[in-house]
């Protein structure tokens, strides 16, 4: 299993960015996917998730702000993130479950005027 994660940047408050997770080595189309994220200094957090059925769910901070989706002919997972906050400064992951957790390298968000 493989997740590779893309997409993170510089942006200012209000800006918008699109995450990328590229999955391989498992039948993507099967599984729910979820991003975290970890702030400095802070514990990891769950941000979202999405169901094998394409049911979404998210951190209450973070709704009608982050949309999940997938593709699962690309065996992607994305995580659309608009009117982004200082708050939103951490390093996201993508993470899966098969067998045990799968987790990305991780890519950096900052946030900042």
């Known amino acids: 299993v493989q997740l590779v994660e893309s997409g993170g940047g510089l942006v200012q408050p209000g800006g918008s960015l699109r995450l990328s997770c590229a999955a391989s080595g498992f039948t993507f189309s099967r599984y729910g996917m979820s991003w975290y994220r970890q702030a400095p200094g802070k514990e990891r957090e769950w941000v979202a998730s999405?169901?094998?059925?394409?049911?979404?769910s998210y951190k209450d901070s973070v709704k009608g702000r982050f949309t999940i989706s997938r593709d699962n002919a690309k065996n992607s997972v994305y995580l659309q993130m608009d009117s982004l906050k200082p708050e939103d400064t951490a390093v996201y992951y993508c993470k899966t479950v098969y067998g045990r957790d799968y987790w990305g390298q991780g890519t950096q968000v900052t946030v900042s005027s």
């Open positions: 999405i169901s094998s059925a394409d049911y979404p």
